[in-house]
């Protein structure tokens, strides 16, 4: 035994143009739960700990480089102009790859090759996959599965050893090998030498006019290597999307697997199939998700919470024992006990203190709503700081824009702001001030202080008997007044 560990470079192929999605964007940055299908892959690629990670790039390169530099600066990207075929890709990766520079000893370096689009792989099968690349009779491990439907993949075709023999494309099987159902995941372990023997050989000889990857396991059996499959233990993991039926596919699956790891650490789903909860999001046990939610991006929530019915949550962080009904939350903080909803309207900057409450049919931007304080009906709520413990009236509106540039209404402690107010700003209401229901607050308030903001309600009496005699409402007019 020693402890040297062999160098390990993985190889992820991402230039196919994706045309089978028919979008503008290009496939591996389409989105499943919260990660593009590349970042997927690059997560399940850190449990190899690879010296070196490159990725081939091609269609639409720009856009993709700018998502694979932001995950990692360090991971390389390598461009394929055209399309020549999976092996051409491995080539031209291995072209730019550290180890051929420094011309290490090619039996002690293992190459990894990962399609980009295969986003439900973990790290355990790619470690199994290395580990079974751990011989020097052994030049290369493919990962295969047994499906139901092998249509459009690679046939594995085995030796009477257990070994594989080959890989023949669909396209250029035979009767007999397409009905095999042990396909090709595109996902491999090579030892690097046998390798590099095998792609100076390929050719593109043959119905797609490509050079295959594929290829290279027959051409190291020529060599007197080993091929060994590995199986992986669910179909799902080589799952490749090609187009947006398998993108659902693969997004289902991604939601299950989310929601069991979820359940078993602690957390209540009443209806898991209509709950879509990003890789990304992170809950505590004890809370409590109802049917018909989503919970996406950086999301964070805390015990006890209370989350749905048909709730959204992006970019939240919800505190302990927070309850929100209906509602749609954008970058917002809700704090312990806060209540939100239903159907309201939380955007970036929405900021609820501990046992605050927006109730229904409330907008809040850019807004602190102090402990304890309510906006319970109705209500635009926008560039707005309220102090702890004060009220706001039903239908009471923020107007923080005067058509050129956004002011902010500041709201102190313990306010009582009346019904169908609206605030003027830049103004203040100050600590235990009140205002009249359905005032314009466009002066200041000192603390303490009634604001009145509204015209004295005049009655001109017998106005209906006069201007609409005969209706209705005159004819109820004289018998209230014959009552009277
Ligand atoms: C490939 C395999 C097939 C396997 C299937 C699994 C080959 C020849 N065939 O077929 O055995 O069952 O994957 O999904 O390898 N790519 C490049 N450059 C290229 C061509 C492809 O980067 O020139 C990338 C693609 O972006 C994709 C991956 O390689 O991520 C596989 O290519 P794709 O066209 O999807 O191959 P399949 O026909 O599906
Ligand atoms: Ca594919």
Same mark, same amino acid.
């Given at each position: 035994?020693? #402890? ?7 190889? /992820?192929?991402?230039?196919?143009? &994706? ?7 290009? $496939? ?8 593009? =299908? ?31 530099? @932001? ?49 439900? =792989? ?6 199994? =996959? ?34 594989? /023999?080959?890989? +023949? ?9 397409? %009905? ?6 595109? +996902? ?22 490509? %050079? ?29 999307? @090609? ?86 939350? !954008? ?22 203190? !501990?046992?605050? $409450? ?6 809040? $931007? ?20 309220? &102090?702890?413990? #004060? ?53 200041? *308030? ?5 604001? *009145? ?5 005049? @009655? ?6 006069? $201007?609409?005699? &005969? ?14």
């Amino acid at each position: 035994m020693t #402890s040297h560990r062999d160098r390990r470079v993985a190889i /992820l192929l991402a230039a196919g143009e &994706g045309t089978r999605m028919r979008s503008d964007v290009p $496939k591996v940055l389409h989105t499943i739960l919260g990660r593009t =299908l590349i970042r997927h892959v690059l997560v399940a690629t850190e449990a190899l700990n690879a010296d070196e990670r490159i990725v081939v790039v091609g269609a639409k390169s720009e856009e993709v480089g700018k998502e694979i530099s @932001n995950y990692d600066a360090q991971i390389k990207t390598v461009l394929q102009e055209r399309r020549g075929g999976t092996g051409h890709a491995v080539r031209l990766a291995l072209e730019s790859a550290l180890i051929q520079s420094s011309g290490e000893n090619s039996d002690s370096t293992v190459v990894i090759v990962v399609a980009g689009d295969v986003p439900l =792989l973990s790290g355990e099968t790619l470690n199994r =996959l290395i580990s079974a690349c751990d011989s020097v009779e052994v030049g290369a491990a493919v990962l295969t599965a047994d499906v139901d439907d092998p249509h459009g993949f690679g046939r594995v075709i085995r030796d009477s050893n257990n070994g594989i /023999l080959k890989i +023949v494309e669909e396209k250029d099987a035979d009767s007999d090998e397409r %009905e095999v159902h042990e396909v090709n995941s595109s +996902v491999y372990a090579f030892r690097l030498g046998p390798l590099q023997q095998a792609l100076a050989a390929i050719t593109p000889n043959n119905a797609q006019g490509e %050079e295959y990857l594929t290829d290279a396991i027959e051409l190291i059996r020529q060599q007197g290597k080993k091929v060994v499959p590995v199986v992986a233990e669910e179909y799902f993991e080589i799952l490749g999307v @090609n187009d947006r039926i398998q993108l659902a596919e693969a997004t289902a699956i991604m939601r299950d697997r989310i929601n069991l790891r979820l359940m078993s650490e602690g957390v209540t789903l009443i209806d898991p199939p209509t709950t879509f909860i990003d890789i990304t999001v992170a809950i505590e046990p004890d809370v409590t998700i109802k049917p018909g939610c989503q919970i996406e991006g950086e999301t964070t929530i805390a015990r006890g919470a209370l989350i749905g019915p048909d709730a959204r949550l992006f970019n939240c962080v919800v505190g302990p024992a927070a309850v929100i009904t209906k509602s749609e939350c !954008d970058g917002a903080t809700i704090g312990r006990h806060a209540h939100v909803g239903p159907y309201s309207f939380l955007r970036p900057g929405a900021h609820l203190g !501990d046992g605050a $409450k927006v109730g229904s049919f409330v907008e809040v $931007k850019n807004s602190t709503i102090g402990a304890g304080s309510k906006v319970p009906h109705l209500s635009y709520i926008g560039d707005a700081t309220i &102090g702890i413990e #004060s009220n706001i009236g039903a239908g009471t509106i923020t107007a923080n824009y005067d058509g050129v540039a956004k002011h902010e209404t500041v709201i102190g402690d313990y306010v009582r702001i009346g019904s169908d107010n609206i605030l003027v700003a830049p103004v203040e209401v100050g600590d235990g001030a009140y205002t009249a229901a359905g005032s314009a607050i466009t002066e200041n *308030v000192p603390p303490g202080a009634m604001g *009145v903001g509204r015209g004295q309600q005049r @009655n001109i009496l017998g106005w209906v008997t006069r $201007k609409r005699s &005969g209706s209705d409402s005159a004819k109820a007019a004289e018998r209230a007044s014959k009552n009277n």
